[in-house]
T-cell receptor, first 115, second 112 residues
Framework: AQSVTQLDSQVPVFEEAPVELRCNYSSSVSVYLFWYVQYPNQGLQLLLKYLSGSTLVKGINGFEAEFNKSQTSFHLRKPSVHISDTAEYFC?????????????FGQGTRLTINP | EPEVTQTPSHQVTQMGQEVILRCVPISNHLYFYWYRQILGQKVEFLVSFYNNEISEKSEIFDDQFSVERPDGSNFTLKIRSTKLEDSAMYFCATPARTYGYTFGSGTRLTVV
């Protein structure tokens, strides 16, 4: 079975500073990888996803993530954060086995941007 | 217009009461999913529903839970006898156009 580990439960960052949210996964088969964002009192919104091809994927709001197969990681980065980026961020994975489309989430990382 | 609409947005119920959470996708999907998020915790898989049958369910999805597609266009999650620990955000989801899911805005269930 696949699993996702987000190494940091909380990340405080000053505005305009860079940020990296870490995500590692485990799976015995190939996977698709996702980052979702949850703003306060809202639902889950897709930030970006890796399906195949270039290992560096760009998403909305200036975020990007890099898939590293050897390290089984999919860390999320942004070069300069804004107050509005304050939210919970979830890494998630779908394993590519027939019939199994279940999305498995990590524990989430709460990103807090301080002025 | 959201692709997946959930109602109600917030429901308060007494312990032991039955609740029905509803979800309406814009497109006609065969696959459908329910997830739960207890306050401050991770998003947990409950059940997947394919072609009017449960295709997979988690340990959380015990006999108190059931899913239905009552009229072909909307999906429901029923909790027969709610417990305090059922208090959570419940999300429904459908497959997105190119993998991943599109989530509804969620129903916040509060059991008192």
């Amino acid at each position: 079975a696949q699993s996702v580990t987000q190494l940091d439960s909380q990340v405080p960052v000053f505005e305009e500073a860079p940020v990296e949210l870490r995500c590692n996964y485990s799976s015995s088969v190939s996977v698709y990888l996702f980052w979702y964002v949850q703003y306060p009192n809202q639902g889950l919104q897709l930030l970006l996803k890796y399906l195949s091809g270039s290992t560096l994927v760009k998403g909305i709001n200036g975020f990007e993530a890099e898939f590293n197969k050897s390290q089984t990681s999919f860390h999320l980065r942004k070069p300069s954060v804004h107050i509005s980026d304050t939210a919970e961020y979830f890494c998630a994975v779908i394993s590519l086995i027939q019939g199994a489309q279940k999305l498995v989430f990590g524990q989430g990382t709460r990103l807090t941007i301080n002025p | 217009e959201p692709e997946v609409t959930q109602t109600p947005s917030h429901q308060v119920t007494q312990m032991g009461q039955e609740v029905i959470l509803r979800c309406v996708p814009i497109s006609n999907h065969l696959y459908f999913y329910w997830y739960r998020q207890i306050l401050g915790q991770k998003v947990e898989f409950l059940v997947s529903f394919y072609n009017n049958e449960i295709s997979e369910k988690s340990e959380i999805f015990d006999d108190q839970f059931s899913v239905e597609r009552p009229d072909g266009s909307n999906f429901t999650l029923k909790i027969r006898s709610t417990k305090l620990e059922d208090s959570a955000m419940y999300f429904c989801a459908t497959p997105a156009r190119t993998y991943g899911y599109t989530f509804g805005s969620g129903t916040r269930l509060t059991v008192v």
